[in-house]
């Protein structure tokens, strides 16, 4: 594992990937940062080599020695907002000497080593921090504190929609076009298909210029100006033009059961998970994790595809799996691992969904079921 050794008068090499960087230097703010990095994506994280558990290079987290203050140098131009879990007066004087301009400086947040508070520092309106400061703390179950007097536009931050959630655009293509339509109050179409429904973040209602529609065809019969269109689907060519002036969002809301033959190749359940996906018209983007049997906690191709993917790996035991209701029980699985079924339960289980958009398929040395977390299970009843 390579750490970033700070050195004072030199400007660190860093591997951004996403437009936000977390940083803590604390062990508790360790813990806290993980928890963030898992749960808010677009995030890099960053940390002192000290607290290395020895994950860090499969998660792509970046370690440094030395001071943190020698590391700000190389995150200021580099993104879009910073995450710093260390206390304010210190975060303070150490960004003091590389602020330019409230048009170009990243939005900067800072989280208390208690994760008590989320306090928009710089760049509160230009730079996105009272948004990020709201996200965050959603995120984290802890309290916003935006002091700008002037925050009144309660709206959506485009780039950030759904982000608490785990949500991801498709492309960033039209974030700006978008944005643009939300900020000048144009109509703009809000398509929730299968996100979480809570998404409004606001104590006042949603203005005039943005409605909620039930479908695509429905937006598009209104000709909006611009749409957010939240979906697992892949959308049919008839379906597209919604994102002429649109941003398609990815929740995670697919659950994928799966059981497999002892020593079952990495590409081979990979390629079983696109297939099968593509089978569906699914977005592989809005996989939620991949349940299995207890008895497969350590098969190092599952653990392979969910570790590129940054997928949890849950498992249950056979009892547990045993307690779900399925289509086949087989006795052959039972024999052999004490559970009656494997895919199927361990979907229905972690989605908490009574039926499943794919039962149980069979293909080489792997069986796979998929469900979809509930949260608009009475549009589909």
């Known amino acids: ?4 050794e700070l050195i004072e008068g030199e400007i660190p090499v860093i591997e951004q990937r996403g437009d936000y960087a977390i940083v803590a230097i604390t062990k508790h703010g360790v813990e806290m940062a993980r928890d963030l990095a898992q749960k808010f994506p677009g995030t890099d994280l960053y940390y002192m080599s000290k607290f290395e558990r020895g994950d860090e290079e499969a998660r792509g987290i970046q370690l ?4 943190v203050r020698m590391l700000f140098p190389a995150l200021w131009p580099a993104y879009k907002g910073l995450i710093i879990i260390i206390s304010l007066g210190a975060v303070i004087r150490m960004i003091a000497p590389l602020l330019e301009d409230k048009k170009k400086d990243p939005g900067v947040v800072v989280v208390d080593d208690r994760g008590e508070n989320v306090i928009s520092v710089l760049s509160g309106h230009l730079g996105g921090a009272n948004e990020l400061a709201r996200e965050v703390a959603a995120v984290m179950g802890a309290r916003p504190i935006i002091t700008t007097a002037s925050d009144v536009q309660k709206t959506i931050p485009v780039d950030l929609f759904g982000r608490r959630f785990g949500w991801e655009w498709d492309s960033a293509e039209k974030l700006t076009p978008v944005s643009a339509s939300v900020v000048n109050e144009e109509r703009v179409a809000v398509i929730n298909e299968s996100g979480e429904r809570d998404w409004w973040m606001h104590d006042t209602p949603m203005p005039p210029s943005i409605k909620e529609y039930a479908t695509i065809a429905e937006a598009q019969a209104d000709q909006p ?3 957010l269109v939240v979906s697992h689907r892949l959308l049919t060519p008839e379906e597209q033009s919604i994102l002429d002036n649109g941003v398609l969002y990815r929740p995670k809301v697919i ?17 079983v998970i696109k297939e099968t996906l ?8 809005s996989v939620k994790a991949l349940a299995t049997i207890e008895l497969k906690k350590d098969e190092a191709g599952l653990i392979a595809v969910c570790e590129k993917y940054g997928w949890p790996f849950v498992w249950y035991s056979p009892e547990e799996l045993n307690q779900v209701e399925i289509s086949d029980p087989s006795d052959t699985v039972f024999k052999f691992t004490g559970a009656y079924g494997v895919s199927e339960p361990a979907a229905k289980l972690y989605a908490g969904a009574g039926e499943l958009l794919l039962t149980k398929k069979k293909s080489g040395n792997t069986t796979i079921s998929v469900g979809l977390m509930p949260y608009h299970e009475e549009e589909r009843a």
Do not use: H, Y
Not at 278 to 285: A, G, N, P, R, V
């Open 64 to 67: 440094f020695s030395n001071s």
């Open 1 to 4: 594992m390579k750490i970033i």
């Open 278 to 285: 593509d089978e569906l018209q699914f977005s592989i983007k």
């Open 225 to 227: 100006q611009a749409a």
């Open 255 to 271: 659950v994928l059961g799966m059981g497999c033959n002892r020593g079952t190749s990495t590409e081979e359940i990979e390629a």
